[in-house]
């Protein structure tokens, strides 16, 4: 046998060795239940994390082969990618982030709430996934230094035609290249996940609405748009500044000064007394009511003085349709409704 085919021998070795674990581990998994390894959670979770890591080793190898240009940084970062495999603290951060997101799914309990499983399992894999690459990223930063130093290797790179500033981008380009990798990976799995919790059986009506309406929605906020004749009113209250201070003014400046005027005209605007009806009209929802989605509406109340019970009563005109509410004082009160028929009709045109 060749040098180059025993070298290919050689690297396919841990690979083969991998597959055949897990050819193994899913032989066991269909033994025990007696149904196809896909169809089970241990075996799902066991495809998915060998899916997660080939798509990592594929990434990686598709970054090491675009820094293997001539330019000097670039082959420094290609050597943190090598030393990141070889540094068995990042090999066992790595591990334990595929190991997380394949594990997490199996600690859920299946008979609480399917919203607060997905709720769940979004919360904690993302603050275990920031939390892991944060360490990694650390140790692998201060080691990858700390070892060429330590090892004297920092004494043939300096040898090299390449400066302090070019060394260091190297570094830097390398741990952000691994970590924008480990991100893909990490998002498409927490993502593919997710989805598969979602199609899990819920336990009624309102709670597989709440997955798809609430926890899986990406939702966009829109302001009330600002009251007629608001810029009028500052214009005529910074007039006001300049006539009888401008040495303030001046040291305000305009435009700090604007900001500050312009807030308090707002909040005096959107202020209410009692028996007084004010409107707030909300613009650019014509996304939302097209494709008849939800719309949640979230307000919070600021009350001068409190009330026995922490709360204010007013009536609420949202469409046309008045009703009673009761929102407590200082505290975030949101509800969500369907637009009506005339305003998809409205915003299609």
Not at 168 to 173: R, T
Request: aromatic share 6%; net charge positive.
């Amino acid at each position: 046998m060749s040098p180059a085919a025993r070298d290919v021998v050689r690297r396919c070795k841990p690979y083969a060795a991998a597959l055949a674990g897990l050819g193994a581990a899913l032989g066991l998994i269909y033994g025990a239940t007696g149904e196809p390894p896909w169809l089970t959670a241990p075996g799902l979770g066991l495809l998915a994390a060998a899916a997660s890591a080939a798509v990592f080793l594929l990434g990686l190898a598709l970054l090491r082969a675009l820094l293997s240009l001539g330019w000097p940084p670039l082959a420094v970062a290609r050597t943190v990618l090598d030393e990141a495999l070889r540094m068995r603290i990042a090999v066992v951060f790595i591990l334990m982030l595929l190991a997380l997101l394949t594990l997490l799914p199996l600690t859920l309990d299946p008979g609480s709430p399917l919203r607060y499983r997905v709720q769940s399992f979004l919360s904690f894999s993302l603050g275990a996934a920031e939390t892991l690459l944060c360490l990694m990223t650390i140790f692998l930063a201060c080691g990858t230094l700390c070892d060429e130093i330590a090892d004297r290797r920092i004494y043939t790179i300096a040898t090299k035609p390449i400066g302090r500033g070019a060394y260091l981008l190297g570094k830097w380009l390398g741990l952000l290249l691994l970590n924008l990798l480990l991100l893909a990976v990490t998002g498409l799995s927490i993502f593919g996940f997710a989805r598969l919790l979602a199609v899990q059986p819920a336990l009624d009506a309102e709670d597989a609405a709440a997955v798809q309406e609430q926890i899986l929605t990406a939702r966009r906020t829109v302001r009330p748009a600002p009251p007629e004749g608001l810029d009028a009113e500052i214009e005529r209250r910074l007039a006001e500044i300049a006539e009888k201070d401008p040495e303030f003014l001046a040291e305000q400046g305009r435009g700090r000064l604007a900001r500050q005027v312009g807030h308090q005209a707002l909040l005096n605007a959107r202020s209410l007394s009692p028996h007084q009806r004010v409107s707030f009209t909300f613009e650019n929802l014509g996304e939302a009511a097209r494709s008849a989605g939800e719309l949640q509406l979230r307000f919070k109340f600021r009350a001068s003085k409190a009330t026995d019970d922490g709360k204010l009563a007013l009536r609420m005109a949202l469409n046309g349709r008045e009703q009673l509410v009761r929102p407590s004082i200082d505290t975030f009160t949101s509800g969500s409704f369907r637009p009506e028929p005339s305003m998809r009709r409205a915003n299609s045109s």
